[in-house]
């Protein structure tokens, strides 16, 4: 899915940046830089995802799960920013300048063009949010997962695909009453929907950077198989410790207070095994037994 959205963004950033010289339009110029920051995105992405593939070692015995969210906050705070700052840029410029619009057939184009690939990407994305949000809604799902390489891609198709569309009907009404003041007009609103998706996506990967406590739709089915087998859960906690990875520390009581320690442990260990069985995310799980009354 990142790979797919990298070379749809690169092909795409190649055909805007052509666009942008040949018809001097400030859109086109901002969304081939958003085009290129969304590829190098995706490379970070990528490139955190493999260091955060690395085996745990001594200094690290949780694993490197944690480092594809250091690489999501760059892509958030350093590429989106930077995409939007110089979409600002460049439409204070136009407007300033008046610079007329030229061959606008082109710029059409390749909006068009781009409106295709995008949409292909986004397709591709929505289609894994929706097998994984449950009955969630993209805002509350955004705001519970830990799978920063999904959340990443979709807002950034989102952001790309509505970047696309502002940029046409900028060109379109440029092109249609010859005032370059649309064009303009159209790469300033693109830059303020870069730098609000950069906030926003910043502040999602900074909670889960410090510790985000999973969906309760994953804290009640954890509660649920424990329940199912005669146990009360009395605590837990359960964050996300990478995209796929969940650490859990559970304290729990047997109803049956007579059990033997034998027992005990022996049904500890299978209702461990069950719960990873049933959420695989599930890396690490903590048990502390409880017999007081």
Known sequence: MVVLALLAN??????KFVAAVVTGSGAMMAESVHSAADSGNQALLLLGHARARRPSDERHPFGYARESYFWALLVA?????????????????????GEPLTNAGWAVGVLV??????????RAAWLEYGRVRGRRSLLRWSKSTGNVNLLVVVFEDLAATAGLVLAL?????????????????GTCVIGVLLLVVAVFLAGLVRRLIIGLSISDELRAGI?????????????????????????????????????EAATLMR???????????????VVYHFVEPDHLR
């Open 10 to 15: 690169a092909g795409i950033a190649v055909a």
């Open 77 to 97: 705070i350093i590429l989106f920013v930077l995409g939007g700052a110089f979409s600002l840029y460049e439409g204070v410029h136009k407007m300033t300048s």
């Open 113 to 122: 063009f781009g409106i295709f690939l995008e949409g292909y990407s986004l």
């Open 169 to 185: 009907v900028a060109v379109l009404l440029s092109w249609a009453t010859g005032n370059p003041f649309y064009d303009a007009l």
């Open 223 to 259: 509660i649920t198989i424990w329940n199912g087998h005669k146990y009360d859960v009395l605590d837990l906690y359960a964050i996300w410790h990478g995209p796929d990875a969940i650490i859990v520390a559970i304290k729990v009581r047997p109803r049956d207070a007579r059990v």
């Open 267 to 281: 049904e500890l260990n299978e209702i461990e095994n069950e719960v990873r069985a049933s959420y695989p995310q």
